[in-house]
């Protein structure tokens, strides 16, 4: 079970989260996050974009069932445990980079097998997304443990962690996503594609 922490009482805390924010920023979005808003900024790219007649296109609303697997065949994900689709507005970056690029022009009940690089996926592991924080950075009464993966507020943002180690007067945290450094493998199937409406003036 996910904690939530709060470093508004730990002052010395706030400029180091600060710049390690920055860093994790590209971990902070993956394939099996929150569903996105429907208002949600499209981003463009300089790459030329290919239209797909009855396919899925930037901008559109595609909901897919998915199975991700590790290289060993180990399942360690899927949109079946949640009893409905994960839908995404594709090519808004709330998908990561891979995923959203698979999606690209498969149509209504289509199903794709395809495998990701950490690259393309959740990255290379950072040692350097390894931080060392006052014990105080979890309040007193947290039932917090090693191994546990908790969502850290510094105010302004919401990220992720992993407790590492934590002793009377630290607790290690690292920043890096599960999946980082990893290769994945996911079976996608389409269910519902909703087109981007473009209204003319």
Do not use: W
């Amino acid at each position: 079970m996910e904690n939530r922490f709060t470093i508004s009482s730990c002052s010395t805390c706030l400029g180091i989260i600060g710049a390690i924010l920055l860093v994790t920023a590209a971990f902070m979005c993956g394939c099996t996050g929150t569903e996105p808003t429907q208002n949600a900024t499209i981003v463009t790219t300089e790459k030329e974009t290919v239209t797909c007649v009855d396919g899925a296109n930037d901008g559109d609303i595609v909901e897919v069932d998915y199975v991700g697997t590790f290289d060993n065949g180990t399942e360690f994900d899927s949109s079946y445990k949640g009893g409905k689709p994960f839908s995404l507005i594709l090519g808004s970056g709330s998908a990561i980079p891979g995923f959203d690029s698979a999606l690209h022009c498969m149509k209504v009940g289509e199903t794709k097998k395809f495998t990701l690089t950490p690259e393309e996926g959740y990255g290379e592991y950072d040692p350097a997304q390894i931080v060392s924080m006052p014990i105080e950075f979890i309040p007193a009464g947290e039932n917090a443990t090693i191994g546990d993966r908790v969502t850290l507020f510094d105010g302004g943002n919401l990220f992720q962690a992993t407790i590492m180690d934590m002793n009377v007067t630290n607790v290690t945290f690292d920043l890096n996503s599960p999946l980082a450094g990893k290769s994945l493998t996911f079976e996608v199937t389409v269910r519902n594609i909703t087109p981007v409406t473009i209204e003319e003036e």
